[in-house]
């Protein structure tokens, strides 16, 4: 047993966590798996957290021995802000606990939580909450840095119906934070929670959904992107907030030919999304596969499309309308340049995320840390490739396609521009962010409070990862 294992085994021991270390093999295997290959780091150790106190014994460790350390919740981000290579991780997958209350239709969701916890849970009792659209990401990470899920255009983002958090603070202080307890910290954590502490509960506000949605992709071939486009442009006229469109290009299997996606939502009826939706129907798609589903299935869509395997980026822009097909046309033209020149990126996926932001810009940016609230709409760049060779070029293709999506034609805020209303957002989705992307860019003139209330609850900056509020890391390696 390696010291640091010793050290670890004792600080955790009279706890219910579990602690697993590389010679734990297929157990430790699996406990350092993500969402992207890219991500899979081997840390020196891996403890599986089971309460608050768990958390509170692992951090005052960790404080000791000023130790590495990441949290990891769902396992999703691809900026590797949940794994770490010679450190240890807070492990929160023991904590899957969610309970609705349905008096007061709200749901307690554990730190661990995956989104399909709680739209099980929820659909039990005919509600629903804002999740997010593929239902294996965590509640952790999509909830801490925003939010955004098919039933946005109705109720906003995740952390507008974000009631209250339990969060364990770098001291291994347990508090509880929302709009009338440690009210800074919930304004800091709604948008950049990951910088705070280690959430170990969050409730939400849920709605009546006791109606089956409409839902389901369509599929064009790429030549009909001008039409596509052209729907797109009335959309933000024709929905009432009970639709979104997802649409983009990729090349998915067996196949692997380049096609145009559509994701349709209609929260009603069959015959209302057939007339909203009419004129893409009478594209002729190549396959249709929308139909009327349960809502806790519509997480579920896009879950093929957003697998386990390979090597994945996110990376995030932002778009109005009406676009032009030429500007899409550029994109999508740059997108299939790079992964034609290169094996294996077929499954690489541009999405234009048509959401309704009608609630999201109804609360500004200064009420809260989370800062892309505005009149636009999120771009979203997923690449996967398999050759670990290749992952700085994809890196910066990523950043490169990202930020001429957003200050091309159709832009937000550029650079240096002032914010004019409050609801001027800053044009990028942290979430969709990689960690290098500065604090500045993610979150605008909130940067600054941020950086401040950081000193309040973390002047240690023990929670250095993501987009990061503070650049010097404080904690050393022994
Ligand atoms: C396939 C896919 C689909 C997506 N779809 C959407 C979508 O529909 N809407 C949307 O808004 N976003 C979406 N995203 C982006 C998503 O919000 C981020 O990837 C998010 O970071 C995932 O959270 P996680 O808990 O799974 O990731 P992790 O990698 O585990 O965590 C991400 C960050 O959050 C921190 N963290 C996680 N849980 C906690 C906690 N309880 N306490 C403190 N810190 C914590 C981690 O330390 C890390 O810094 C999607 C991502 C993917 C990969």
Redesign the pocket.
């Given at each position: 047993m390696s010291d640091m294992e010793a050290l670890v085994r004792k600080s955790m021991e009279g706890t219910k966590a579990e602690v697993l270390v590389p010679n734990d093999g297929e157990k430790y295997e699996q406990a350092i798996q993500r969402?992207s290959e890219h991500c899979i780091q081997r840390a020196k150790c891996v403890i599986k957290v089971s309460c608050a106190d768990d958390i509170t014994s692992a951090l005052s460790f960790i404080r000791t021995q000023k130790i590495p350390f990441?949290?990891?919740?769902?396992?999703?981000?691809?900026s590797s802000?949940?794994s770490i290579t010679d450190g240890i991780v807070i492990d929160?997958s023991l904590m899957r606990r969610v309970t609705v209350f349905p008096d007061s239709k709200t749901i307690r969701a554990e730190?661990?939580t995956l989104w399909v916890d709680v739209d099980e849970e929820a659909a039990k009792y005919d509600l629903a909450t804002v999740g997010?659209?593929?239902n294996h990401?965590?509640v952790?990470?999509?909830t801490?840095?925003?939010?955004?899920?098919f039933l946005t255009g109705k109720y906003g983002l995740t952390i507008d119906n974000l009631l209250e958090v339990d969060i364990v603070l770098a001291s291994g202080e347990q508090v509880t934070a929302s709009a009338t307890l440690n009210s800074d910290l919930f304004w800091a954590v709604r948008g950049a929670?990951?910088n705070f502490?280690?959430?170990t509960s969050f409730t939400f506000q849920a709605f009546d959904q006791p109606r089956p949605v409409f839902a389901g992709p369509l599929i064009f071939p790429l030549a009909k992107l001008p039409q596509v486009v052209d729907f797109v442009n009335t959309f933000h006229e024709i929905n009432d907030g009970n639709q979104a469109i997802l649409w983009g290009v990729s090349c998915p299997p067996p196949a692997h030919v380049p096609v145009l996606l559509t994701q349709l939502f209609h929260n009603g009826t069959v015959d209302e999304a057939k007339a909203l939706f009419a004129p893409l129907f009478a594209l002729d798609p190549i396959a249709n596969m929308t139909a009327s589903i349960p809502y806790k299935t519509v997480n579920s869509l896009l879950n093929p499309t957003?697998g386990f395997d390979g090597r994945k980026q996110?990376g995030g822009g932002a778009f109005k309308l009406p676009l032009s097909i030429d500007l899409v046309q550029s994109l999508v033209d740059k997108l299939f340049a790079f992964i034609n020149a290169r094996k294996g990126m077929e499954e690489s996926l541009l999405l234009f995320e048509t959401v309704p932001y009608r609630e999201v810009v109804k609360v500004k940016n200064d009420a809260m840390a989370f800062s892309n609230r505005g009149e636009y709409y999120n771009l979203a760049i997923m690449m996967k490739w398999h050759d670990e060779g290749m992952d700085a070029e994809v890196r910066n293709f990523v950043r490169d396609l990202a930020k001429g999506a957003g200050l091309a034609e159709g832009a937000v805020r550029k650079d240096g521009e002032e914010v004019k209303d409050g609801v001027d957002g800053v044009g990028i989705y942290g979430?969709?962010a990689n960690s290098d992307v500065p604090a500045s860019e993610i979150y605008g003139n909130n940067a600054k409070k941020l950086q401040e209330l950081k000193q309040k609850y973390d002047p240690d900056n023990l929670f250095d990862?993501?987009t990061r509020l503070v650049s010097k890391p404080v904690v050393v390696m022994n």
């Amino acid at each position: 047993m390696s010291d640091m294992e010793a050290l670890v085994r004792k600080s955790m021991e009279g706890t219910k966590a579990e602690v697993l270390v590389p010679n734990d093999g297929e157990k430790y295997e699996q406990a350092i798996q993500r969402w992207s290959e890219h991500c899979i780091q081997r840390a020196k150790c891996v403890i599986k957290v089971s309460c608050a106190d768990d958390i509170t014994s692992a951090l005052s460790f960790i404080r000791t021995q000023k130790i590495p350390f990441v949290v990891r919740g769902g396992g999703h981000s691809t900026s590797s802000s949940s794994s770490i290579t010679d450190g240890i991780v807070i492990d929160l997958s023991l904590m899957r606990r969610v309970t609705v209350f349905p008096d007061s239709k709200t749901i307690r969701a554990e730190g661990g939580t995956l989104w399909v916890d709680v739209d099980e849970e929820a659909a039990k009792y005919d509600l629903a909450t804002v999740g997010g659209t593929v239902n294996h990401t965590g509640v952790g990470g999509l909830t801490l840095g925003g939010g955004y899920g098919f039933l946005t255009g109705k109720y906003g983002l995740t952390i507008d119906n974000l009631l209250e958090v339990d969060i364990v603070l770098a001291s291994g202080e347990q508090v509880t934070a929302s709009a009338t307890l440690n009210s800074d910290l919930f304004w800091a954590v709604r948008g950049a929670g990951h910088n705070f502490g280690v959430v170990t509960s969050f409730t939400f506000q849920a709605f009546d959904q006791p109606r089956p949605v409409f839902a389901g992709p369509l599929i064009f071939p790429l030549a009909k992107l001008p039409q596509v486009v052209d729907f797109v442009n009335t959309f933000h006229e024709i929905n009432d907030g009970n639709q979104a469109i997802l649409w983009g290009v990729s090349c998915p299997p067996p196949a692997h030919v380049p096609v145009l996606l559509t994701q349709l939502f209609h929260n009603g009826t069959v015959d209302e999304a057939k007339a909203l939706f009419a004129p893409l129907f009478a594209l002729d798609p190549i396959a249709n596969m929308t139909a009327s589903i349960p809502y806790k299935t519509v997480n579920s869509l896009l879950n093929p499309t957003a697998g386990f395997d390979g090597r994945k980026q996110f990376g995030g822009g932002a778009f109005k309308l009406p676009l032009s097909i030429d500007l899409v046309q550029s994109l999508v033209d740059k997108l299939f340049a790079f992964i034609n020149a290169r094996k294996g990126m077929e499954e690489s996926l541009l999405l234009f995320e048509t959401v309704p932001y009608r609630e999201v810009v109804k609360v500004k940016n200064d009420a809260m840390a989370f800062s892309n609230r505005g009149e636009y709409y999120n771009l979203a760049i997923m690449m996967k490739w398999h050759d670990e060779g290749m992952d700085a070029e994809v890196r910066n293709f990523v950043r490169d396609l990202a930020k001429g999506a957003g200050l091309a034609e159709g832009a937000v805020r550029k650079d240096g521009e002032e914010v004019k209303d409050g609801v001027d957002g800053v044009g990028i989705y942290g979430n969709y962010a990689n960690s290098d992307v500065p604090a500045s860019e993610i979150y605008g003139n909130n940067a600054k409070k941020l950086q401040e209330l950081k000193q309040k609850y973390d002047p240690d900056n023990l929670f250095d990862r993501g987009t990061r509020l503070v650049s010097k890391p404080v904690v050393v390696m022994n």
